[in-house]
């Protein structure tokens, strides 16, 4: 699981609720309900293997409106665990029979995030001979009267210029492959040209494994050269066969599959039209949840251990309405709360990627310090929150607006000014926020 159940040990509930206040302010008893369902894992690769099987995760719903935290607790807890995570809308499913995505998908979905992640530090890990196989490669084209020999201290010293970056901007012909559309996609896939290179379009993995690849050869920098090989040398050190069992081991053992809006698949029974395929969707969703073994190209996946997060505003209807098998399979329920002006101001001050050290690093892009005063964070919080009080409470979502607005004129000037520092007062928030939130109906539209 995670890594190996044995880096789990380190990975106390407090240590967890302690990581994911680094990124996400309030909203405590959601952090520790999370962290104890982490540990719980942990916990159930000690016991005897007889019961092992036995112990489900404990499924949790959180309730609350949209941009509290619901999404950044599970993402970051995923990455925490270096976990296997998708995060779904439950919108985008339809029961069997109905047009649309069948459940089962969200599952194979999250093999392919098992796949990436798995795969990703596989490279990782055979990186340092990709590079030394890749240096070879490039050298030999640059220098092809000098012998690959470690001993010579000329080939030596060309490698390490190479490292160095010193040929960055030389060129070199390498053989590329790209997915290559046959005639018959431009029909069935609308506008496209036959040959047309598929990894230039933002297509799913999957279809671009549909068509044959095709080789040629390309003339590139040798910056450009070194990432395409390195890729291409770290796969053959890559057990493929090995890369499938640890990434569907880590999906059923460490998988973490997020549903988002689950309040909109509740529906009334006896009741027809829409409400009828959305109960049809929880009935769907019940053998996925309560565990079953579901078919992918990289084989069967079993869902029994995987733990799923469900969130959804619940403000027309509760988890009660579900149905009564799905409510028993997500026992935990935890409300996360509104956020106001203070926990505005430490989102914005505490926060490890807060939206002013994103911005600062935006600035410093250009050579210019961007600086906050005290007051300034205070006027941005309490302009945040009074829009959420106006208008539909985005949550946290609500900061980057106000951000955006009082650092547009800024973001479009500052490659032209010369400045070397800027410093936004409460002043400055003040003339860029107050005509907006006093023009209720501007406001709609700039906030």
């Known amino acids: 699981m995670g890594k190996k159940g044995k880096d789990y040990a380190i990975l106390t509930p407090r240590r967890i609720v302690k990581e994911l206040s680094r990124y996400i302010i309030g909203q405590e008893e959601a952090k520790r309900m999370v962290a104890i369902a982490i540990r719980n894992r942990w916990r159930r690769?000690?016991?005897?293997?007889?019961?092992?099987?036995?112990?489900?995760?404990?499924?949790?719903?959180m309730i609350g409106p949209t941009g509290v935290g619901k999404t950044e607790i599970a993402r970051r807890l995923a990455q925490l665990i270096s976990a296997p995570f998708?995060?779904?809308?439950?919108?985008k499913y339809t029961e069997v029979g109905y047009v649309g995505r069948n459940v089962e998908s969200m599952i194979r979905d999250l093999m392919e995030a098992s796949i990436a992640l798995v795969r990703k530090?596989?490279?990782?890990?055979?990186?340092?001979?990709?590079?030394?196989?890749?240096?070879?490669?490039?050298?030999?084209?640059?220098?092809p009267h000098i012998p690959p020999d470690e001993h010579n201290e000329t080939y030596t010293r060309l490698r390490e210029m190479l490292f160095e970056g010193k040929f960055d901007d030389r060129e070199v012909e390498i053989e590329v492959e790209e997915s290559a559309a046959p005639p018959m996609f431009g029909i069935i896939g609308g506008n496209f040209e036959p040959g047309l290179d598929l990894d230039a379009l933002d297509l799913p993995e999957p279809i671009k494994n549909l068509f044959p690849r095709r080789r040629r050869r390309k003339t590139m920098k040798v910056s450009e050269a070194r990432k395409i090989l390195i890729e291409k040398e770290a796969e053959k050190y890559i057990d493929r066969e090995k890369l499938k069992e640890e990434a569907r081991?880590?999906?059923?053992e460490s998988g973490i599959v997020f549903i988002d809006e689950f309040d909109k698949i509740v529906g009334s029974e006896g009741s027809h039209g829409p409400d009828v395929s959305r109960s049809g969707v929880q009935r769907d969703l019940l053998p996925i949840v309560e565990g079953?073994?579901?078919?992918?190209?990289?084989?069967?996946?079993?869902?029994?251990?995987?733990?799923?997060?469900?969130?959804?505003?619940?403000?027309?209807?509760?988890p009660s309405d579900l149905?009564?098998?799905?409510?028993?399979?997500?026992?935990?329920?935890?409300?996360?709360?509104?956020?106001?002006?203070?926990?505005?101001?430490?989102?914005?001050?505490?926060?490890?990627?807060?939206?002013?050290?994103?911005y600062k690093a935006l600035f410093r892009a250009e050579s210019v310090e961007l600086e906050f005063t005290e007051g300034a964070i205070k006027k941005i919080?309490?302009?945040?929150?009074?829009?959420?009080?106006?208008?539909?409470?985005?949550?946290?979502?609500?900061?980057?607006?106000?951000?955006?607005?009082?650092?547009?004129?800024?973001?479009f000037d500052v490659p032209d000014i010369r400045k070397d520092k800027i410093t936004i007062t409460a002043r400055i928030v003040d003339m860029k926020l107050s005509k907006f939130i006093e023009n209720e109906d501007l406001s709609k539209y700039i906030l």
């Not at 690769?45 to 719903?61: A, C, D, H, M, R």
């Not at 709360?337 to 002013?356: P, V």
Request: charge should be negative; charged fraction near 30%; avoid cysteine.
């Open 323 to 358: 149905i009564p098998e799905l409510q028993g399979r997500f026992p935990i329920r935890v409300e996360l709360s509104s956020l106001g002006e203070k926990e505005f101001y430490r989102i914005l001050t505490e926060t490890e990627s807060s939206l002013l050290k994103q």
């Open 45 to 61: 690769l000690q016991v005897p293997e007889n019961f092992q099987k036995e112990i489900t995760p404990n499924n949790i719903i």
């Open 249 to 252: 081991e880590r999906a059923e």
């Open 381 to 411: 919080a309490h302009y945040a929150h009074l829009a959420n009080e106006m208008m539909e409470d985005l949550g946290a979502r609500r900061l980057h607006t106000v951000m955006a607005k009082i650092l547009e004129d800024y973001l």
């Open 292 to 318: 079953t073994t579901v078919a992918t190209k990289y084989g069967p996946v079993k869902t029994d251990h995987i733990l799923f997060i469900a969130a959804g505003a619940f403000t027309n209807h509760s």
């Open 121 to 143: 530090e596989m490279m990782e890990e055979v990186k340092m001979k990709a590079e030394k196989d890749v240096a070879e490669i490039i050298l030999s084209k640059l220098y």
């Open 86 to 91: 998708i995060k779904v809308e439950a919108t």
